[in-house]
T-cell receptor, first 113, second 112 residues
Framework: NAGVTQTPKFQVLKTGQSMTLQCAQD?????MSWYRQDPGMGLRLIHY???????DQGEVPNGYNVSRSTTEDFPLRLLSAAPSQTSVYFC????????????FGEGSWLTVV | GENVEQHPSTLSVQEGDSAVIKCTYS??????FPWYKQELGKGPQLIID?????GEKKDQRIAVTLNKTAKHFSLHITETQPEDSAVYFC???????????FGQGTILTVHP
C-alpha cells in the first residue's frame, strides 16, 4: 500500500536551475496539495488541486507551478530555483469533502546553492 | 485568512508524565482540527482530529479538546513514553480541498 509517493528524496540545485518534484498517490483521492516546511514556521500551502485539470494557489505560490493531468499525479515545478526555496517539500492527498484525513508523503529535501 | 498559534515550541517531560500542547485559531469558520506527529526524516502522520460539533475526543493515551467560543484546542498525551518524542503540529481548516493552516510545531522530548 504505497499511499503518497514523492521523488526525489534529496536534491541539490544551483540558483537558476529548474526541476520538478514528483508526487503520486494510489488512493484515488480527489484532493492533492503541496506544502513546504521551514524551521519554526510549520507547513505552508504552496498549491492545491481539487481534481484533474483544476489547480489553485495556496499561501506561498510564487516561484512554483503545478499541473494535474491525472488523478494520481501532482508534480511541482520550480522554474528558476532561488536559495529562498531551500526547504522540505511535502505532497498530500485526501478524499473530497471537508474533514477527511489528509495523508502526507515522506518529503523531498531541496537545497538551492 | 486563518492563523494558528501553537505553544509551547518545546516541551520536555519525564516518562509517565502527561504532556499538553495548546493551539489557538483566528477564523471562526474553521471546523476541522487535526493533530499530526512528525518523526525525524518523515512526513506528518495524523494522530487524532476533532470536528467543531464535538468538544472532546479520546483515543487511548491521547485526547483533544476544543473550545469554539475561545477558539482554542489542545492535545493531551497521558502516560508518555520515549517513543512519543517527536514534533507535533496542530492545524485548522474551514474548507475542504485539504487546505490546512498549521501551527509552528512543538518538539516533545520524553526522557526515560
Amino acid at each position: 500500500n504505497a499511499g503518497v509517493t514523492q521523488t526525489p528524496k534529496f536534491q541539490v540545485l544551483k540558483t537558476g536551475q529548474s526541476m520538478t518534484l514528483q508526487c503520486a498517490q494510489d488512493m484515488n483521492h480527489e484532493y492533492m496539495s503541496w506544502y513546504r516546511q521551514d524551521p519554526g514556521m510549520g507547513l505552508r500551502l504552496i498549491h492545491y488541486s481539487v481534481g484533474a485539470g483544476i489547480t489553485d494557489q495556496g499561501e506561498v505560490p510564487n516561484g512554483y507551478n503545478v499541473s494535474r493531468s491525472t488523478t494520481e499525479d501532482f508534480p511541482l515545478r520550480l522554474l528558476s530555483a532561488a536559495p529562498s526555496q531551500t526547504s522540505v517539500y511535502f505532497c498530500a492527498s485526501s478524499r473530497q469533502a471537508s474533514g477527511n484525513t489528509i495523508y502526507f508523503g515522506e518529503g523531498s529535501w531541496l537545497t538551492v546553492v | 485568512g486563518e492563523n494558528v498559534e501553537q505553544h509551547p515550541s518545546t516541551l520536555s517531560v519525564q516518562e509517565g508524565d502527561s504532556a499538553v500542547i495548546k493551539c489557538t485559531y483566528s477564523d471562526s469558520a474553521s471546523n476541522y482540527f487535526p493533530w499530526y506527529k512528525q518523526e525525524l526524516g518523515k512526513g506528518p502522520q495524523l494522530i487524532i482530529d476533532i470536528r467543531s460539533n464535538v468538544g472532546e475526543k479520546k483515543d487511548q493515551r491521547i485526547a483533544v479538546t476544543l473550545n469554539k467560543t475561545a477558539k482554542h484546542f489542545s492535545l493531551h498525551i497521558t502516560e508518555t513514553q520515549p517513543e512519543d518524542s517527536a514534533v507535533y503540529f496542530c492545524a485548522a481548516t474551514g474548507t475542504s480541498y485539504g487546505k490546512l493552516t498549521f501551527g509552528q510545531g512543538t518538539i516533545l522530548t520524553v526522557h526515560p
